[in-house]
């Protein structure tokens, strides 16, 4: 057992965050250029294996940090922006970035992006 495992109470929290990170060392080798085209064409509906094993896990994330899209305007003439929420019971998200996505597809594709971004430098 690891050295941190004497220092938390709850010792199934130790081995949730190694097997997370076993986890999260496998997914970042499935992390191709083929693999965010795949997500760029059809972010909803049927995928490969891969992007389904990648996706489930950044589904099952904690909320803290978790991000989100939010409509804009009327649904006539709608855009779409990236938020982060904070966690905290309260307090509102944060707005990721200022950029302004005219479709949803685009945003849930940017979301995609910034969680494998978070991905790879974890």
């Known amino acids: 057992m690891p050295e941190e495992a004497t220092e938390i109470a709850d010792k199934q929290l130790v081995y949730y965050r190694l097997f997370d990170k076993r986890i999260r060392d ?17 972010p909803l509906g049927q995928h490969s294996d891969a992007l389904d094993r990648v996706l489930n896990y950044f589904r099952r994330g904690e909320m803290p940090d978790k991000y989100a899209i939010l409509r804009v305007g009327p649904l006539t003439a709608c855009s779409y ?31 995609f992006l910034l969680r ?3 991905l790879l430098a974890s």
């Open 26 to 42: 496998q997914l970042k080798t499935t992390i191709t250029p083929a693999l965010i085209a795949e997500h760029k064409a059809k």
């Open 116 to 118: 494998v971004n978070d």
């Open 81 to 111: 922006k990236v938020l982060a929420f904070s966690g905290r019971t309260g307090q509102p998200p944060r707005v990721v970035d200022d950029k302004l996505y005219a479709t949803a597809d685009e945003a849930y594709h940017a979301v």
